[in-house]
């Protein structure tokens, strides 16, 4: 095992996958020249020069259409949006295009693309840029969704997710770019996509989450510890496809759940994940499933609120509590 | 020092000339002397406010870039409309925001613009007609040509300014709004605030043409404006703004300028993307202040002694502004749910996180 940085790991996925298969290229803004923004792409313009690495125009709906075509006509491109914010701006080519092009062609166009970049809140950027996107590209059927929070799942899913050949949003987060942990050493290291992970286990109440929230949930589970109660940590790495076997599994084993995620709550991924609990493992459970969402407002530049306006893990213990009628 | 003007009027004609020329008056051009020291102190106040953790999020400073604030909008009424991207506190201050409240926003302070929920990037005054302060880049392009759409609706005399950077032009909404200020006629003025480079990226690497071209395709005029030269662009901007509250139509204007910082307060002056040097040719060469202090000199209109007491003066405001801005408390939690809806209606539910729709929310 080695250590590296969440950055160091996506980089080394990047750089190994595109080793391994010519048709693979990073387009985006500032990823060549200034090695991208949140410096992910270190290094990668001198080892696989401009063909490759392609600083872009600040024109989003553009390339990320110029890469819909491109994966159309075989390459596998990676788009990186300097955050998912400004994604916004692409939408429209990743769900009427990528999302909907191997049906409406009848299986003839497979859409091997991955759109990547950070999601969610940083620290004080206020209503624009504090944006968790996640929800939006799940709500579509074609397009999967992964979430990464280690550096271990950030390398074995980035490498999963240019493999795959369909679209896929993979959402990364600035706050943990810096983040270290043990990464296999293995040279072909891929996690499947649609398999979750139990980041702590317990057997008392299940606390459901995914992205950079896990580590919200896993100080809360620290802290609950203290307090006698144990908590399973599942975190889902993909929200499309999901992997429903395993939180039916460990609800089965608590018969309590909280859904904890960074964005709002309004229709969020945690409102379909709570739907179909109460639908496969209604019977198991013993309270309303809790959820615990960014409230549910714009989010505010005040460091203060902006505080309370992120979920935290004192939310969270609040409603293992709740759902533990403690 | 009316004494130094007419000594130094003789001893140098051309210059003041340029005074002349623009149809700008002396103590006009002493204004327009004091509103960029403002800006510029204004400026080094909020970096150092950032250093100290004062002010977070992203901080973009206009330093190297005020004449284009003073000059483009100082020659408005006040009820013309302008709006910009992110890098807008001194182009707040021009409009007429306070000092104060443009401080205490980058604070994320109660008595800010926005009430501290906006930040450096989202200040706005509806007072003033300062519409934002818009962090996405291009985004206000379009909401500035419907700006100019209601002022033709409504028949009246204004205009809608707007300012982007020069990368703003490769966003596929800057060209359809162009297209449409053109087709409906639209008293819309689109600035480029030409520093030459988005970030770490050169304008000509993702451009093959000159931004003077990029508004011709539409029927629109393009002009090219020398953004260090304070007079120069408050002249070019009052003629303009003449034509367009009179029916011109659109115009789009190549503002040439410098960042004299880094993109923002986290990125680096220099580097791959361009050398030490030419920050600092650019910063001897091009510096707004410098340039038009040396043509006043000049031409005996400011002398030294009146240019530092303007600098005190501007140094003071903007220490004022910080004091401010420390002394105004953070918003109260009340404000977290205040504004998310204009209107909260009798029936059906607004807000899904379980919080209460108190009535002291909004
Ligand atoms: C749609 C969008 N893409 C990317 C960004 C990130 N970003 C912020 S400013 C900037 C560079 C813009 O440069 P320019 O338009 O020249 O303005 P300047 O900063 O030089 O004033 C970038 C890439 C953003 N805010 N919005
Ligand atoms: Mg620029």
Redesign the pocket.
């Known amino acids: 095992m080695a250590v590296m940085t969440y950055r160091e790991a996506l980089n080394e996925a990047l750089r190994e996958e595109m080793e391994r298969d010519p048709d693979v290229f990073l387009m985006g ?1 500032e990823v060549a020249e200034y090695d991208g923004a949140y410096k992910v792409s270190k290094g990668l313009l001198e080892e696989f020069g401009e063909q490759r690495i392609v600083d872009s125009p ?1 024109s ?1 709906l553009g390339f990320t259409g110029l890469g819909v075509g491109a994966a159309m006509a075989g390459l596998r491109p990676v788009i990186e949006f ?1 955050t998912f914010n ?1 994604a916004f ?1 692409a939408i429209d080519q990743v769900i009427n295009s990528a999302a909907k092009m191997y049906y409406m062609s009848e299986g003839q166009f497979p859409m091997p693309i991955v759109f990547r970049g950070p999601t969610g809140a940083a620290l004080q950027l206020s209503a624009q840029h504090s944006q968790a996107c996640e929800t939006y590209y799940s709500h579509a059927p074609g397009c999967k969704v992964v979430t990464p929070g280690t550096p271990a799942d950030a390398k074995g899913l980035l490498k999963a997710a240019i493999r795959d050949n369909d679209p896929v949003a993979f959402m990364e987060g600035e706050s943990l770019y810096n983040f270290k942990g043990e990464v296999p050493d293995d040279d072909d290291f891929v996690i499947p996509l649609g398999v979750a992970d139990l980041k702590h286990e317990g057997g008392d109440v299940s606390i459901i989450t995914h992205g950079k929230m896990i580590h919200v949930a896993l100080q809360a589970a620290q802290k609950l510890e203290k307090d006698g109660i144990h908590a399973d940590v599942l975190d889902l790495r993909t929200i499309r496809p999901l992997d429903m076997d395993a939180i039916v599994e460990t609800v089965k084993k608590t018969n309590r759940a909280v859904y904890l995620e960074e964005g709002w709550p309004y229709a969020g991924t945690g409102a379909q994940i709570v739907s179909m609990i109460q639908e496969e493992a209604f019977d198991h459970l013993d309270a309303p499933i809790i959820r615990v969402t960014q409230a549910d407002v714009p989010m505010p530049y005040a460091k203060n609120l902006e505080i309370l306006a992120k979920p935290s893990a004192n939310h969270v213990i609040e409603a293992v509590n709740k759902v533990l009628y403690r | 020092m009316a004494e130094t003007k007419t000594k130094a009027k003789k001893s140098s004609r051309k210059k003041s000339d340029a005074l002349a020329e623009h149809g700008i008056s002396e103590e006009l051009a002493l204004e327009l002397m004091r509103d960029m020291l403002l800006y510029r102190r204004f400026e080094e106040k909020a970096e150092e406010g950032y250093a100290i953790g004062k002010i977070g999020g992203f901080c ?1 400073l206009h330093i190297g870039q005020e004449a284009g604030a003073a000059g483009s909008i100082k020659p408005l009424r006040d009820d013309d409309y302008v709006m910009s ?3 807008e506190h001194t182009q707040a201050l021009a409009k007429g925001v306070h000092p104060n409240a443009v401080m205490a926003e980058l604070y994320g302070r109660k008595d800010g613009s926005s009430g501290g929920k906006g930040g450096s990037m989202h200040i706005f005054d509806a007072d003033c007609r300062f519409m934002g302060g818009h ?4 985004g206000q392009v379009p909401l500035a040509t419907g700006i100019a759409w209601k002022i033709k609706y409504r028949g009246e005399e204004t205009v809608s300014l707007v300012f ?5 032009v490769n966003q596929g909404g800057f060209h359809e709004a162009l297209n449409m200020a053109a087709v409906w006629n639209l008293p819309a003025i689109y600035v480029v ?1 030409n ?1 030459e ?3 770490g990226t050169a304008f000509s690497r993702v451009s093959r043409t000159d931004m003077s071209t990029k508004a011709v395709p539409y029927g629109i005029p393009s002009h090219t404006v020398d953004g260090q030269d304070v007079l120069a662009c408050y002249a070019f901007f009052r003629d303009l703004a003449d034509k367009v509250r009179h029916g011109a139509g659109p115009q789009f204007v190549d503002l040439q300028t410098y ?1 004299f910082r880094g ?1 923002s307060m986290s990125d680096p002056v220099s580097g791959t993307y361009r050398s030490v040097e030419e920050v600092r040719q650019a910063k001897e060469e091009r510096d707004p202040i410098a340039l038009l202090r040396d043509t006043l000199m000049e031409a005996g209109v400011l002398d030294q002694e009146t240019l530092e007491e303007m600098d005190a003066e501007a140094r003071q405001v903007s220490l004022d502004a910080a004091d401010f801005a420390e002394a105004s408390p953070p918003p109260g939690p009340e404000a977290l749910y205040a504004n998310v809806w204009a209107e909260i209606n009798p029936n059906g539910r607004l807000f899904f996180d379980g919080r209460p729709e108190s009535e002291e929310a909004n």
């Open positions: 803004e600040i989003e300097m400004f701006l | 973009h991207a992110y890098r962090g996405i880049v291009g982007m950077g020069d990368a703003a605030e520093n480079y988005g970030m960042r993109h």
